[in-house]
T-cell receptor, first 110, second 115 residues
Framework: RKEVEQDPGPFNVPEGATVAFNCTYS??????FFWYRQDCRKEPKLLMS???SGNEDGRFTAQLNRASQYISLLIRDSKLSDSATYLC???????????FGTGTRLKVLA | DTGVSQDPRHKITKRGQNVTFRCDPI?????LYWYRQTLGQGPEFLTY????????KSRLLSDRFSAERPKGSFSTLEIQRTEQGDSAMYLC?????????????FGPGTRLTVL
């Protein structure tokens, strides 16, 4: 079983739609969780950290479910510019090693 | 430009040759990471440094791979006796390494093609 698993997609959604991605992780002792965004042929960039209480940044909401070992990302009112690959990232306990998922591709269609 | 820089951006080599990549992190970032990324996959952890100390190295790495960060600033990643399977994008990232600061800042990567 992979340490971090994501549905690779692609998710094709119309502009204005709401889309959600899930990511599961295998290490129950994992400490930190993130969503990174990667545009085609570009480097990954931090989208948002994921906190235990959940957090929101504009149209983006991230949630953590420790009991079920998954994190989620919700994008509301999708824009064409949201088209990218969204990478789930997990850091274990007692280490600063980060494990990336394979990424979920999102295409927002006009 | 005060971001993470990598050199070269592209490298084409023949199988069996040695290659070396350089990464310059954001100034005063304590942690430096190397990743490998292939098409359709997320970045795969290779190794990381806290200042000049190499704290962790992926078990997936063969002994053909070595990384250094001699003065705690720039880092080099060397691949000896390259194989076609080494073809990938090699990404470097740095992070402040201070409490409460987990964000990694990535460089543009070095694309390696092994013929």
């Amino acid at each position: 079983r992979k340490e971090v698993e994501q549905d690779p997609g692609p998710f094709n959604v119309p502009e204005g739609a709401t889309v959600a991605f899930n990511c599961t992780y295998s290490n129950s002792a994992s400490q930190s969780f993130f969503w990174y965004r990667q545009d085609c042929r570009k480097e990954p960039k931090l989208l948002m950290s994921v906190y235990s209480s959940g957090n929101e940044d504009g149209r983006f909401t991230a949630q953590l479910n420790r009991a079920s070992q998954y994190i989620s990302l919700l994008i509301r009112d999708s824009k064409l510019s949201d088209s990218a690959t969204y990478l789930c990232v997990v850091r274990g306990s007692g280490t600063y090693k980060y494990i990336f998922g394979t990424g979920t591709r999102l295409k927002v269609l006009a | 430009d005060t971001g993470v820089s990598q050199d070269p951006r592209h490298k084409i080599t023949k199988r069996g040759q040695n290659v070396t990549f350089r990464c310059d992190p954001i100034s005063e970032h304590n942690r430096l990471y190397w990743y490998r990324q292939t098409l359709g996959q997320g970045p795969e952890f290779l190794t990381y440094f806290q200042n000049e100390a190499q704290l962790e190295k992926s078990r997936l790495l063969s002994d053909r791979f070595s990384a250094e960060r001699p003065k705690g600033s720039f880092s080099t990643l060397e691949i000896q006796r390259t194989e076609q399977g080494d073809s990938a994008m090699y990404l470097c990232a740095s992070s402040p390494g201070t409490s409460g600061s987990d964000e990694q800042f990535f460089g543009p990567g070095t694309r390696l093609t092994v013929l």
